[in-house]
């Protein structure tokens, strides 16, 4: 579990040459990256299955909220003792190190040019004749020797050492702002803050979309089926590209207009909306995920680009933990009229309790891992692009295990997003071509 935890498990770029600009490599870490949201869709489905699942059984939707809140607080813990946070400093750590070696290079080379002139500069400086040279030769020839070589390594003792020095200085700094005891305060108090204020406001607005958005899928399952999840995920992509276009970090034009129109009439019929009986509150609270999501994978991207990935993943799980424990707490107390919640937890059956533990871990340790680490490589209509995949998954395992009843109408709607989605990629290619 530590190793999954370890940013460093996630950082594709060691199973790489070191040589990062070779495309072979830029190819093989996007495969590997591609790959990873891939599997996290996968994951998203089974975790929307048994979410419905563990309803269906009598579970209490605010135990299950507690109790993943809860579930979090030792990963938490682990992140804020022995996590190594990175800085802007430390992010650039490596470049700073081949900086180092690039000097080391050169001092080198100045030496070596330097080392068969120093006879004629020393010869200018003092005014020696060639007739003071000879008369000099012999005498001064081992004394030259000796402090020519001594020279030299007193040059290669400075250079050494200031090269040492920097590196030091370098290392010093890394060592220093791995050290977990005083977290918070390198987190704003610090000189050099792990969180510049530049990212505070895309900290903020990533956590707590993201912990609304847990709430609200759990609370929908209630009075919706499962692959009405999944019909809600393909449409994120298309308000994520709204979401851009009016925060002007993406452009429009004909093409992509066209598609998120193709969207909407794709989740028009998705959802039937000619018959309104068909509609329910599970339906109506579901069109929020979109842009929940589509704020949440924006500003993760803004975001990444000021503080590590693992503090973007504390942010998220800190405010998870202030957000949905009270609300769970309190709808258990005052909708279920249930006082004695450790009692209630105690009582889950392992089945229960294994649903809970799967959201947990592939979910928020995971999907939330590989969401970051994809932002730090991709767009974050890219990233969304993948939502589409959910259904896909989703509806096979709901008829499969939930025997859900899947009409041709969802199946056609569905469609048609996933159409609008490659519309909309080969639109924005199109656009940047030109």
Same mark, same amino acid.
């Given at each position: 579990?530590?190793?999954?935890?370890?940013?460093?498990?996630?950082?594709?770029?060691?199973?790489?040459?070191?040589?990062?600009?070779?495309?072979?490599?830029?190819?093989?870490?996007?495969?590997?990256?591609?790959?990873?949201?891939?599997?996290?869709?996968?994951?998203?489905?089974?975790?929307?299955?048994?979410?419905?699942?563990?309803?269906?059984?009598?579970?209490?939707?605010?135990?299950?909220?507690?109790?993943?809140?809860?579930?979090?607080?030792?990963?938490?813990?682990?992140?804020?003792?022995?996590?190594?946070?990175?800085?802007?400093?430390?992010?650039?750590?490596?470049?700073?190190?081949?900086?180092?070696?690039?000097?080391?290079?050169?001092?080198?080379?100045?030496?070596?040019?330097?080392?068969?002139?120093?006879?004629?500069?020393?010869?200018?400086?003092?005014?020696?004749?060639?007739?003071?040279?000879?008369?000099?030769?012999?005498?001064?020839?081992?004394?030259?020797?000796?402090?020519?070589?001594?020279?030299?390594?007193?040059?290669?003792?400075?250079?050494?050492?200031?090269?040492?020095?920097?590196?030091?200085?370098?290392?010093?700094?890394?060592? %220093?702002?791995?050290?977990?005891?005083?977290?918070?305060?390198?987190?704003?108090?610090? %000189?050099?803050?792990?969180?510049?204020?530049?990212?505070?406001?895309?900290?903020?607005?990533?956590?707590?979309?993201?912990? #609304?958005?847990?709430?609200?899928?759990?609370?929908?399952?209630?009075?919706?089926?499962?692959?009405?999840?999944?019909?809600?995920?393909?449409?994120?992509?298309?308000?994520?590209?709204?979401?851009?276009?009016? #925060?002007?970090?993406?452009?429009?034009?004909?093409?992509?207009?066209?598609?998120?129109?193709?969207?909407?009439?794709?989740?028009?019929?998705?959802? %039937?909306?000619?018959?309104?009986?068909?509609?329910?509150?599970?339906?109506?609270?579901?069109?929020?995920?979109?842009?929940?999501?589509?704020?949440?994978?924006?500003?993760?991207?803004?975001?990444?680009?000021?503080?590590?990935?693992?503090?973007?993943?504390?942010?998220?799980?800190?405010?998870?933990?202030?957000?949905?424990?009270?609300?769970?707490?309190?709808?258990?107390?005052?909708?279920?009229?249930?006082?004695?919640?450790?009692?209630?937890?105690? %009582?889950?059956?392992?089945?229960?309790?294994?649903?809970?533990?799967?959201?947990?871990?592939?979910?928020?340790?995971?999907?939330?891992?590989?969401?970051?680490?994809?932002?730090?490589?991709?767009?974050?209509?890219?990233?969304?692009?993948?939502?589409?995949?959910?259904?896909?998954?989703?509806?096979?395992?709901?008829? #499969?295990?939930?025997?859900?009843?899947?009409?041709?109408?969802?199946?056609?709607?569905?469609?048609?997003?996933?159409?609008?989605?490659?519309?909309?990629?080969?639109?924005?290619?199109?656009?940047?071509?030109?």
């Amino acid at each position: 579990m530590s190793n999954i935890l370890n940013n460093d498990f996630f950082k594709l770029d060691r199973f790489l040459c070191n040589n990062g600009s070779d495309e072979g490599d830029n190819s093989l870490l996007m495969i590997g990256v591609n790959l990873l949201l891939l599997f996290s869709m996968f994951l998203y489905g089974i975790n929307y299955i048994l979410m419905k699942y563990f309803i269906k059984i009598k579970g209490s939707i605010y135990i299950f909220i507690i109790l993943r809140t809860a579930l979090t607080i030792p990963l938490m813990i682990y992140m804020f003792i022995s996590k190594k946070p990175c800085s802007q400093n430390k992010k650039l750590l490596d470049q700073d190190m081949k900086e180092i070696d690039t000097e080391m290079n050169s001092y080198e080379k100045d030496l070596e040019l330097a080392n068969p002139n120093e006879e004629s500069k020393t010869s200018r400086k003092y005014g020696w004749s060639s007739k003071n040279k000879k008369k000099h030769k012999n005498k001064n020839t081992s004394h030259g020797n000796d402090k020519s070589n001594n020279n030299d390594k007193n040059n290669n003792d400075i250079i050494n050492n200031n090269i040492s020095v920097n590196k030091n200085k370098c290392i010093q700094n890394n060592i %220093e702002e791995n050290s977990g005891c005083n977290f918070f305060n390198k987190l704003f108090w610090n %000189e050099e803050k792990l969180i510049p204020k530049a990212a505070y406001m895309p900290m903020l607005i990533l956590s707590i979309t993201g912990a #609304l958005r847990q709430v609200i899928v759990i609370v929908a399952l209630q009075y919706t089926d499962s692959h009405n999840v999944a019909i809600i995920q393909p449409t994120i992509p298309i308000f994520t590209a709204l979401i851009s276009y009016y #925060l002007k970090i993406e452009k429009m034009n004909y093409i992509t207009a066209f598609s998120i129109f193709l969207s909407f009439f794709g989740l028009a019929i998705t959802a %039937e909306i000619w018959n309104l009986k068909t509609f329910d509150l599970g339906f109506y609270l579901l069109l929020t995920v979109p842009i929940t999501k589509g704020l949440q994978v924006i500003y993760i991207n803004v975001a990444t680009k000021y503080v590590n990935n693992d503090i973007i993943q504390f942010s998220q799980m800190f405010f998870l933990l202030i957000i949905t424990l009270p609300f769970g707490i309190l709808g258990e107390i005052f909708i279920n009229q249930n006082y004695n919640i450790l009692q209630e937890t105690y %009582e889950l059956n392992m089945r229960q309790f294994l649903c809970i533990l799967y959201s947990t871990i592939a979910i928020i340790i995971l999907c939330w891992k590989i969401q970051i680490i994809a932002l730090n490589y991709l767009t974050p209509i890219t990233v969304s692009l993948y939502q589409s995949f959910q259904p896909c998954f989703t509806f096979v395992l709901a008829r #499969l295990f939930l025997n859900e009843t899947i009409n041709a109408t969802k199946i056609i709607g569905t469609i048609f997003i996933i159409l609008s989605l490659f519309l909309y990629q080969y639109g924005c290619n199109k656009h940047s071509k030109k």
